[in-house]
């Protein structure tokens, strides 16, 4: 039997509605991880710290998407639970649109200032041409990518998570064949793992638009003629801020535990923390999947009016974070060795500096899921300004400043504890709004 987003949600039902979301957000992160393991070891660590140090610019001009998906899926699913479905295919649509010619004046914008901002980032004599060869490419197909990161909310909201999970599976093994063909068989190096990126993409953001354009009886939602409402793309930007401000503050954070790390240790340095960043992806992929699928119950019932069962879904997923956290903390520690070895194997001393920097940071990982899903809740509840803050504070000024002191405090350690610490501070902010709102949304 099909789960509407209307229904009572036990934690089987819930499990069950967020799994394919959880899955394809984990998906998605293997397959970016693949293209690490594939530069790093057959074009070598120079390339892949090539690769990390670029890579926060273009999630920046990416993550445009997880704003529009987020923002335009709480206030669709709001609308849906107002009983307005021609209204809410109307936003959808407008939603859509949007993403096309914004995203459209990003890849000019981003293929434009690539060198600028590789060199502006640090980016040493050695690995510059790589820096902007990677990046051109990659920021070519920031349409699709924005797409695809949108679509990823949207199928949860049309109630097809199932379907989203599908297509995300299809763009991943294309991503990974096309590594395997480009990088390993025809020798293409950077611009064959980049094309790989982009191609992959393709599949992932293109596929939804093919199915969404027809009507459908089993599907909530449709592409039609776009609202008209200018206001409401201010509104789903508004309410998507949190997103944006994740990625574009986990973005400027990368560049300055980049700019840190070359100071300190150097290119090793860099090449640790983007395989730190590679794995951090998979773990904290599950939590992110579960804050992205369940956003669109959270959005339906608050539109709704149902504030029993937003208690119900605020309890039961503080709960079902509160034990990921602790089952992906103690997974990380087991496999350190593992994935160590499988992204720097080849250098001794990058596989010494990798173990015994990860053993330190997935200690993070406890507190993360808690600190994203009451983000995420509140976005789905259509308050962008308290998700906003919580994001702005968790990713931007704790981490920056911890990054910037805990090393004065305890060297090299201190900057692979700063992640832990910030989100230390982050749960106290968290709570706080939790309790502060409890009696305008009636949660609690």
């Known amino acids: ?108 914008f981003g293929v434009t200032c690539t060198r600028p901002i590789a060199h502006l980032l640090g980016a040493s004599d050695a690995m510059i041409e790589d820096c902007v060869l990677y990046g051109r490419i990659v920021i070519a197909f920031t349409v699709p990518f924005m797409l695809q990161s949108v679509f990823q909310s949207f199928l949860a909201a049309a109630e097809k998570p199932k379907l989203g999970f599908i297509v995300t599976v299809a763009a991943g093994c294309t991503n990974a064949a096309l590594d395997a063909l480009f990088i390993a068989g025809f020798r293409w190096g950077l611009a064959g793992a980049a094309l790989a990126t982009g191609i992959g993409q393709c599949v992932g953001g293109l596929i939804p638009v093919i199915y969404f354009a027809k009507e459908r009886p089993a599907c909530l939602l449709r592409l039609c003629r776009p609202a008209r409402e200018i206001r409401q793309l201010f509104a789903v930007c508004a309410n998507g801020s949190s997103e944006l401000m994740n990625n574009i503050s986990a973005s400027l954070v990368s560049m300055l535990y ?47 009016e149902n504030r029993e ?72 509840l259509n308050n ?32 692979w504890w700063a992640i832990t610490a910030a989100e230390v501070f982050a749960l106290i902010v968290s709570l706080a709004m939790l309790f502060f709102n409890r009696k305008k949304y009636g949660y609690f």
């Open 384 to 415: 962008g300004g308290v998700s906003a803050l919580i994001a702005f504070l968790r990713t931007l000024i704790f981490q920056s400043a911890s990054v910037l002191l805990l090393p004065l405090l305890f060297g090299v350690d201190g900057i």
């Open 309 to 380: 069962e937003l208690k119900n879904l605020l309890r039961k997923s503080l709960l079902l974070m509160g034990l990921a956290g602790i089952c992906l903390t103690g997974l990380a520690e087991a496999l350190t060795i593992p994935l160590a070895h499988l992204f720097v194997g080849y250098d001794a001393t990058l596989y010494a500096l990798t173990v015994h920097a990860f053993r330190i940071f997935s200690f993070s990982f406890l507190l993360t899921g808690i600190n994203i899903y009451v983000s995420g809740f509140f976005t789905a």
């Open 1 to 108: 039997m099909p789960i509407r987003l209307s229904d009572h949600f036990t934690y089987r039902r819930l499990i069950r509605f967020v799994l394919p979301t959880s899955a394809m957000m984990i998906f998605t992160s293997i397959y970016g991880v693949v293209d690490g393991l594939f530069v790093s070891n057959f074009i070598g660590k120079t390339p892949f710290a090539a690769i990390n140090l670029i890579m926060p610019f273009i999630m920046i001009l990416g993550g445009m998407g997880f704003m529009i998906g987020t923002g335009g899926t709480a206030l669709v699913t709001k609308i849906l639970g107002q009983g307005d479905h021609e209204r809410a295919n109307r936003t959808f649509s407008l939603c859509i649109l949007f993403t096309v010619l914004f995203g459209a004046l990003l890849t000019v």
């Open 258 to 304: 980049n700019f840190i790390l070359m100071e300190r240790i150097g290119e090793d340095g860099v090449s640790a923390y983007g395989v730190l960043m590679y794995v951090q992806f998979i773990f904290v992929a599950l939590e992110v999947g579960y804050s992205v699928g369940a956003a669109p119950i959270v959005g339906y019932h608050y539109g709704a």
